[in-house]
């Protein structure tokens, strides 16, 4: 069965992004260089494509990530360079070979509306802390926005190696040192679009209220269950070759919206774009060359169709 094509609304979205390990292992396991070798791939991917980063959050075998994009397209090249360099880098560290992902990340867009969006940063903000592995956000070992919002900062701070450099020199039997492949690079947190009006202060002291009402709510129920904390020490002692049992899975909706009203008006054009994708894949499979496109698509085996008249979109960079 042929999957919808991926949709961003015209003008731009808020976009949760949930991309899973392969088989549920835990290899992405908080690690201090793996810490500072994905926040670096995340800023040098930032550095390339126009996304702005408001949240995430890498737990074990999971992450997410709360983006505002401009189209599909920039969504498209940021999380193939993410994927690609992020897989580079876990196969080094944990001596893993093959994918690292256990298929397409998923994409969910989040509608205007302020409740919506301050639910899915709540979603956030709650790993690691509603599935009992550490008491605080500050506690959780791998990277989290909300220890750096916690702070009062802004910027993640990692790492980005450039292996190709590396490689080259490798070949031409030059001698090269770590500093001279390795550059620093910082992540900078973009504000809720909601919220984006707010002076930074009153925006992290909104979100460090919203964090520890969440951990408040998370040990009543822990109390209530009778449940335990699995700790700091114990994460970063997981095997990152493990596979789970069971994974835990349930359905996804089509978008993140907060009424009835604004579900169905996504519904809607989202309905319009994919009918209008379909009929000219049908145009184009029987011959038809220069079949129309909805704007904000990947036609099959054609350039992306940007909004600037249906013309086709150029890469900024190779």
Known sequence: MARDPRYVSHGGALVEITY??????????????????????????????????????????????????????????????????????VNKIHDWSGSLWSRRYRSICVTEEPAAQVARLEYLLSQAVKENLTKKVEQWPGIHFGKTLMQGRSLLVGKWVDRTKRYRAAVQGKKIEEKDYTTPMTVELAQLPCWRHLP???????????????????????????????????????????????????????????SRDERLAWREAFGIFVAAFYAASELLRKGVRDAVFPEGCFPPGLPYVGDTGGLPLKPELA
């Open 200 to 258: 930074w202060d009153r925006y992290v002291r909104r979100i460090q209220k919203m964090i520890r009402r969440i951990e408040r709510e998370a040990e009543r129920e822990r109390e209530r269950q009778g449940a335990s904390v699995v700790g700091a020490l114990l994460l970063r002692q997981q095997d990152p070759h493990h596979r789970p049992v069971k994974l835990e899975k349930s359905p996804a909706p089509r978008v993140h919206a907060a």
């Open 20 to 89: 899973r390990t392969v088989q549920g292992r835990f290899l992405l396991r908080p690690d201090p260089e793996l810490n500072e070798l994905v926040v670096g791939v995340f800023a040098r991917a930032q550095s390339l494509y126009p996304v702005e980063l408001v949240g995430i959050v890498v737990l074990s075998n999971h992450l997410h990530l709360l983006l505002w994009v401009e189209s599909q397209y920039h969504l498209t090249q940021f999380m193939q360079h993410f994927g690609g360099n992020t897989a580079r880098e």
